[in-house]
């Protein structure tokens, strides 16, 4: 039986269907007006300096300094976490990003003389005996590349300090991460003083050795199993999530 070529359906162009690549698909997702274009290349390519030099020639051409933090730097940031959850660009990519961005925020806060208003603080930190940071490092930008002001503890903080720290900044969310099984046990503490102390704030958990199981086991305790959870988390908070809500949402296994 002889049929239409054009009568079957082809889920796919073959001739338009190409692999894109990562800068493709960035350029895709950009503003369409300059300079606005430009600077949101330079955050996705981690360029310091192009990112400064785009932001002065919107500022010579009469953009308002601190506007460009949330309409311009922001959404450049956002092309590079969209692109990172859809697992098109690595860790190392949003780190370059993240840092760029973060220069153009500083150069943007010295050009306007302030700065919008941070979403809400959360505090980072690594477990108690734990050296490992890199985990704690890509939370903590992406907080910031979220529009969260962050209170970054470091490695190896004692139990002591991480309450101590949560008394003085009263976050919306505490970040905890650990590599080793050994070190994550400290989670545990801190949520029990942090009980003690009638604190209950969100306690995002999480690392190479930490698993839902073991977060499921204190109250405080919300399970990220991405990096990427981070900031989604601290979002539902500001959506009014609570706990249960939380971890209804981001306990998937």
């Known amino acids: 039986m002889d049929v239409d070529p054009s009568k079957i359906l082809v889920r796919y162009n073959v001739a338009k269907e190409k692999a894109q690549t990562p800068e493709e698909m960035a350029a895709e997702m950009y503003p369409s007006t300059e300079p606005a274009k430009t600077i949101c290349a330079a955050i996705f390519d981690g360029e310091e300096d192009d990112v400064i030099e785009g932001l002065e020639k919107a500022i010579e051409g009469g953009a308002d300094a601190v506007k460009l933090i949330d309409d311009v730097l922001m959404v450049g940031m956002k092309i590079v976490t969209d692109l990172y959850d859809q697992g098109v660009i690595f860790l190392p990519n949003v780190m370059m990003s993240a840092d760029a961005m973060l220069e153009g925020i500083e150069y943007c806060k010295e050009q306007g003389g302030a700065a919008p208003k941070p979403k809400g603080k959360v505090v980072c930190h690594v477990a108690e005996g734990d050296v490992h940071d890199i985990g704690k490092s890509i939370v903590a930008a992406l907080l910031r590349a979220a529009g969260y002001e962050v209170v970054d503890l470091g490695r190896d903080v004692p139990v002591d300090e991480v309450i101590a720290a949560v008394k003085k900044e009263s976050p919306m969310m505490l970040t905890g991460t650990a590599l080793m099984t050994t070190t994550m046990y400290a989670f545990k503490e801190v949520n029990d003083r942090l009980l003690e102390s ?34 989604k988390m601290a979002d539902a908070i500001l959506s009014g999530k609570g706990l249960a809500q939380l971890k209804e949402q981001f306990h998937k296994h």
């Open 198 to 231: 009638g604190i209950k704030v969100p306690f995002q958990c999480g690392g190479g050795a930490v698993n839902q199981d073991f977060v499921t086991q204190y109250e405080l305790g919300v399970y990220g199993e991405e990096a990427a959870d981070a900031p």
